[in-house]
């Protein structure tokens, strides 16, 4: 027990650096996530076939492809191409799109549940498409989806560790605590510690999707 | 879906089955290729020795890396392993009539998998450090490599100081993790997993230098002719089979078939092969001289 604190008190720098990166790489990849993921549903969802194309080349793209192999494309195989992206801009983008495409799949099924006669209701009372979308369909087909954004969500929490561990090599909390891990040769603590980590990220992720899903679910 | 004929499903499955017999003969045959070798005499050893119970399994799993040439490689025109370390490690199975089985072994997970069992010994240019001492124990010093750093050709970068500042990839577990540290406290450290990844980070110009063994980065400029090595030659690296702890019978056999491997001039056939072939004669070196007491002190915890 005694050596479970040490390793911590002796490696805190180390490890809440690591427990940053991966947070900056979290949030601002679900910014992405969310927001493309969203559109790509709508354009899945649009009275359009050719729309409809586009996102469903967009979700098998994206789905299809491991992230891992996914990281390397965007990293070194971007560079090869010439482009100098930046391993931040690499990593979040990868992680990004990757759970866009699974979001929008979600909100796809959860804008399904909407009966379809509200949208004809809707389109025929003079909302255009868009319109309709935004005010009747996605506010409904979001609260439908909530519990499935969660474990998304805490799937992405996870799959950050991927980033640092691929070749963009970011010093996330993996990569850190396998650092001290490797200088200390203290492997059980060390990655009890990461563990505890990303347990903090995806319990606190669960514990906000709670209180979203208690404020705006729709009762049945 | 409608309903598919019964005959696909027969032709299905016929092909699946097809297709995994082909693989369980695939892998009979790896087997049976090896074996044909000449009979050696070997010395038979008691059956409760690590030695005897290697003897009794028939094959040796070695730890070897699978990405540093000219050390262990997977060269993608044979499919096999190659390399000056996997060379020992055949010389070394031979002695006890065994087969080698070469397993990847890199900077970072090496020693868990000696721990566990999952190899017998590990041949994957690794330094004898105390550190390291502490899990397992090290071979008399079979090679000795010096601490350097790559560049690309038209770099800024000329000694150890320019480092300061700069983005620099090696192995994580590696030596150089905290070598590089304490050398040039404000390089920016870019950690990886294999060094082939750091050659792909070099060659991108994702990194600005890569430091590491000289023979490792040599590897990466026969690859690679638009990068150099430094010269700097600021650490030396013994390199040590990694043996589980405490195994003292185990030890003195390696150690003693290192020495032959040394003194029947095996060693000096397969460092022209490997790297002696490479590099200019004025920096060319003959078999280690330095012993396993004195290449602790070079790297004390």
Redesign the interface.
Known sequence: MTELWGVLEEHLPEFSSGLWVTFRLVAASLVIAVVVGTLIAALRVAPSKWLNRIGGVYVETFRNVPLLVLLIIM??GV??AGI?ID?WVAGIAALGLYTAAYIAEALRSGVFAVGKGQIDAALSLGLTYPRTMRRIVLPQAVRTVIPALSSLVIAMIKNSAIVG?S?V?L?DLL?SS??VA??T?Q?NEVFFWAAVGYLLLTVTATLAFRYLEQTYAIKR | MENRPRWMLIVLATAMLALASLALTACGDDDETSSDEAEVEVEQYPADTTMGKIQEAGEMNIGVKFDVPPFGFNNPQSGEVEGFDVDLGRYIAEQLGVEPVFREAN??NR??LLVDGTIDMILSTMTITE?RD??IDFSEPYYVANGDVLVPTDSDIATLDDLNGNRVCTA??STY??TIKKEAPDADL????LYS?CL??I????VDAVSTDNVILTGMVIQDDTLELLGLNYTEEPYGAGLPDGDAEFKAFVDESIQQYIDDGTWEENYETWVGQYIEEDQQQGPPEITLEEALKLFPL
């Open positions: 990293f070194a560079r090869r100098a391993p561990a070749i090599a010093p990569k396998r650092q490797s200088e040769a492997t | 900077s970072d020693i868990p550190e502490l899990e994580l577990g993790q905290e870019r950690l990886v997993d990844q792909e980070l060659q991108t110009d994702a």
